[in-house]
């Protein structure tokens, strides 16, 4: 485990488990919260099965949150290499899980990514931990997709960046209109994503095509 400080201000805690996080801190605040979130519906927080609640709630909020203490630059780290390639570079189906922002409740799905490279790559697994970095706080699936598209667009110089996300929203499952069976379906695209429509026809196509693998 380490530690930096993030670039809300907030300490970044470098963990594998969600368990690992310290309580210390506004880690023990939040406990207290929890603690009095607990008593606000009707639960008494020192009943056995809720002993070890707050702790839990303060430490999986962390891990859950975790992409405020980190930026896209810091998980590409040195991971980009000059390469004379120019047709388009994709990694489809990312798992992604966060959190609407309006109820905090989860919402998760996947998430296609491409880009056109302008002399240099990334490395693959790196496309992956961008979407993390921006899943991994409250958020909107609108600004989420608009989020991986500038980190890549400001980092890699490409010539296009296109990025989809399919997801399902447990605000509308669990809440509200209660349906059970609604995606949602968002796309964010740049240069020549944008601009050419052969280009955005191919990556449509592409995210929407079925998994063969």
Same mark, same amino acid.
């Given at each position: 485990?380490?530690?930096?400080?993030?670039?809300?201000?907030?300490?970044?805690?470098?963990?594998?488990?969600?368990?690992?996080?310290?309580?210390?801190?506004?880690?023990?605040?939040?406990?207290?919260?929890?603690?009095?979130?607990?008593?606000?519906?009707?639960?008494?927080?020192?009943?056995?099965?809720?002993?070890?609640?707050?702790?839990?709630?303060?430490?999986?909020?962390?891990?859950?949150?975790?992409?405020?203490?980190?930026?896209?630059?810091?998980?590409?780290?040195?991971?980009?290499? !000059?390469?004379? #390639?120019?047709? %388009?570079? =994709?990694?489809?189906?990312?798992?992604?899980? @966060?959190?609407?922002?309006?109820?905090? +409740?989860?919402?998760?799905?996947?998430?296609?990514?491409?880009?056109?490279?302008?002399?240099?790559?990334?490395?693959?697994?790196?496309?992956?931990?961008?979407?993390?970095?921006?899943?991994?706080?409250?958020?909107?699936?609108?600004?989420?997709?608009?989020?991986?598209?500038?980190?890549?667009?400001?980092?890699?110089?490409?010539?296009?960046?296109?990025?989809?996300? !399919?997801?399902? #929203?447990?605000? %509308?499952? =669990?809440?509200?209109?209660?349906?059970?069976? @609604?995606?949602?379906?968002?796309?964010? +695209?740049?240069?020549?994503?944008?601009?050419?429509?052969?280009?955005?026809?191919?990556?449509?196509?592409?995210?929407?095509?079925?998994?063969?693998?």
């Amino acid at each position: 485990m380490s530690r930096s400080e993030g670039p809300t201000g907030r300490m970044a805690v470098r963990v594998t488990d969600p368990d690992d996080y310290p309580v210390e801190g506004d880690l023990a605040d939040y406990e207290a919260l929890v603690r009095r979130q607990l008593e606000m519906v009707g639960e008494d927080p020192e009943r056995n099965g809720l002993l070890k609640t707050p702790s839990r709630v303060s430490k999986a909020m962390m891990w859950l949150t975790r992409g405020y203490g980190q930026t896209a630059a810091d998980v590409i780290g040195d991971a980009l290499f !000059e390469e004379n #390639h120019e047709n %388009m570079v =994709m990694v489809r189906d990312i798992e992604m899980y @966060s959190m609407c922002e309006h109820h905090m +409740l989860p919402f998760f799905g996947k998430v296609h990514v491409a880009y056109i490279p302008n002399g240099r790559i990334v490395g693959l697994s790196k496309i992956p931990r961008v979407v993390e970095v921006f899943a991994r706080r409250l958020q909107v699936q609108e600004r989420l997709g608009e989020q991986i598209a500038d980190a890549l667009e400001e980092v890699l110089r490409p010539k296009g960046v296109g990025v989809v996300i !399919e997801a399902v #929203h447990l605000c %509308m499952m =669990m809440r509200g209109v209660e349906k059970q069976n @609604s995606r949602t379906i968002t796309s964010s +695209l740049r240069g020549l994503f944008r601009d050419d429509s052969k280009t955005r026809s191919e990556f449509l196509r592409l995210a929407q095509a079925p998994t063969s693998i």
